[in-house]
């Protein structure tokens, strides 16, 4: 499997490598994985191939990268280097049995909820015969590539957030081509992180719960496999796991197919504007507030998925509240 990742040096700028071991490969020419996948796309090659021709000499410790100690740093494993508002971030809903059992608890009054009603719609019919279109999905959009933050970096909740809690997912990466064709790059681990205290409120508070920052990499996975593939998330407070679970995701254990939800994404013709950069989540398994867990700020969020490389972290910073107003001015 070939995994790249994204870097910025102070003094140096960005560059892309590819992950060898404990080692990272640099390559010569792009400067990150966008420019990366248009010298493939011009060439008419793989994304793979055009990262193997590209692979220079220079080698860089990965172990001291990923830890912090060297001047290089890593970036999320995709961006739009010229234009973040060109990186459109959104996901899908309801895709495992598990998150929609949670979902139906906030909200079911005796009879199952519109979230249990949707998830079931899925199960009968988000996984089509090859060729036709299924059901379509849950959709959210969390916003654009502004939100994304790196491994390391915090996520937060903001000064009128209600809480913060880690979602563990896949992230489907696309590249749309010049021709206004949906390339898929390869997929990452992520954390979209939500307010869910918020949305228990209602659901319909869904769609201002997830305009939150979100955490992508460290790797992007060119070719993992996605029928089936095991994940971990972990919390800790003050160095002490306080919750960690271990779970199942993958097209196998998802109601929808990977290619109905890239249809009902992309069937749209504003998501198919070429030079854009698409971040996808495909939905969660588990998550610590589904458990009646609440972070607090300095908490760590560690999650992974095997096949996808290093594991995800990011701490919780949690804003002062308050009550100020953002008044808009007549011009």
Wanted: hydrophobic share 35%; proline share 6%.
């Amino acid at each position: 499997m070939a995994h790249v990742v994204q870097l910025q040096h102070p003094a140096r700028g960005r560059a892309v490598a590819r992950v060898e071991g404990d080692g990272l490969r640099l390559c010569n020419g792009p400067a990150s994985v966008y420019e990366l996948a248009l010298l493939a796309i011009e060439a008419g090659d793989t994304l793979r191939d055009t990262l193997d021709r590209c692979a220079g000499q220079s080698s860089l410790d990965y172990n001291a990268v990923y830890d912090g100690r060297s001047e290089w740093r890593l970036l999320p494993s995709i961006d739009h280097p010229e234009e973040p508002a060109r990186c459109l971030v959104t996901g899908t809903g309801l895709t495992h049995l598990r998150s929609a059992q949670s979902r139906d608890a906030m909200h079911t009054e005796g009879a199952a909820s519109d979230s249990m009603v949707m998830y079931r719609w899925g199960v009968e019919g988000g996984r089509p015969a090859s060729g036709r279109a299924g059901i379509a999905p849950e959709w959210f959009y969390k916003g654009n590539g502004a939100i994304v933050r790196a491994h390391g970096e915090p996520l937060v909740v903001p000064e009128f957030g209600e809480a913060g809690g880690e979602e563990a997912e896949i992230a489907g990466v696309y590249l749309i081509d010049c021709d206004g064709t949906p390339r898929r790059l390869g997929m990452t681990a992520g954390n979209e992180f939500s307010d869910h205290v918020l949305e228990e409120k209602n659901y319909l508070y869904l769609a201002p719960s997830k305009l939150r920052t979100c955490a992508l990499g460290p790797e992007l996975a060119l070719d993992a496999p996605f029928a089936s593939v095991q994940g971990h998330v972990t919390i800790r407070r003050g160095g002490t796991i306080l919750w960690q679970q271990e779970f199942m995701t993958g097209e196998e254990h998802m109601c929808h197919s990977l290619a109905n939800l890239e249809h009902h994404h992309f069937r749209y013709p504003q998501h198919r504007r070429p030079g854009d950069i698409h971040v996808h989540f495909f939905g969660v398994a588990v998550f610590s507030s589904g458990e009646g867990v609440r972070l607090a700020d300095g908490d760590e969020m560690e999650l992974g998925f095997a096949g996808y490389g290093r594991p995800l972290r990011n701490p919780l910073r949690v804003e002062p509240p308050s009550e100020r107003l953002w008044p808009v001015q007549p011009l």
